[in-house]
């Protein structure tokens, strides 16, 4: 991997970018549960806590899985459950690819860290991940303060203290992690974790990143993106030839055309396409184009498409 021009910090967040927060999230009803079993409160937690998180219930769930078992918990009693939950050594670690990841980006990027949440449960996270092999700043924003959690800009200004400039912040969470460090002009990168928290969730207009990716192996082949001259502007957009051509397609399928098309627009889940309107893109990009944009590989988001088009023009 080399460096890029001007991209010489890469900022993420923790849950459910650098790990599956639902990881951390079972660890914690394990310790739950063999807290309760230890003093005799109840057998069966467990199971029925992670029943009602993998069925969206949120923030009530020790209520939830103790009236399964018939109790009726005082909130002194949810309240020390909630202790051992936050302070409990979580049994989470990095996938292989993502620590792969991380050697690589630590001898050209510097590396940064922001996440919000209470402070001892985040720090709790970072020891069993090991990250501060990484990472040259890590910034906890409860320790500044609850007030200070994303959006509040304190944190990313915090970095920009201590890290060189030309900042990336990758994140999950489209309703808070892209707002301030957008006003500092950062490039940002959206990680959709595919099952993860927030995963169906969608962006503020003006908010949105500038790319997005399913998976922190991608993250490379982005970053020269992020430093090209359209990326530079506070919402890029794919050209407006590919525009084009995509809204042909739609119009063929019986869909309205499109205003305008972001780079991480997915062609299924946002452009709506399915697989005989690939084929159709397909043929029009080559017959407009000269490019077979599937001839490297498959391609999912609108601005791989572009710059596919962009590479095959230059090798003709």
Known sequence: MTETASIRTLV?????????EADYVRSGFAAVDAWLRERG???????RANTHFAAGVRGRIFDAALADLGLAPSPEMIGAMVGV?????PEIRLDAAVAALLDSLRGHFALGLITDGPAVMQRGKIDALGLAR??????????LGR??????????????ASLPGGYVYIGDNPAKDFVAPRALGWRTVRMRRRGGEHDAATAAPGAGPDWEIAALPELPAVIPLLNSP????????VSSELLHVINLVRTNKGLPSLGEIQPHHRLREDIGFDSLDLAELTARIDEEFGVDVFA???????????ERIARGRRVR
């Open 85 to 89: 939950y936050r302070r409990h050594r």
């Open 12 to 20: 993420f967040d923790l849950d459910d970018t650098l790990y599956a």
């Open 134 to 143: 990484w990472f040259d700043c890590i910034v906890v924003t409860d320790e």
């Open 296 to 306: 490297e590989g498959l391609v999912y988001q609108a601005g791989e498409v572009d």
């Open 230 to 237: 359209a990326s530079a502007s506070a919402t890029p957009m």
């Open 147 to 160: 007030e200070f959690w994303k959006p509040h800009p304190e944190g990313f200004r915090r970095v920009m």
């Open 41 to 47: 409160v109840a057998e069966g937690f467990l199971a």
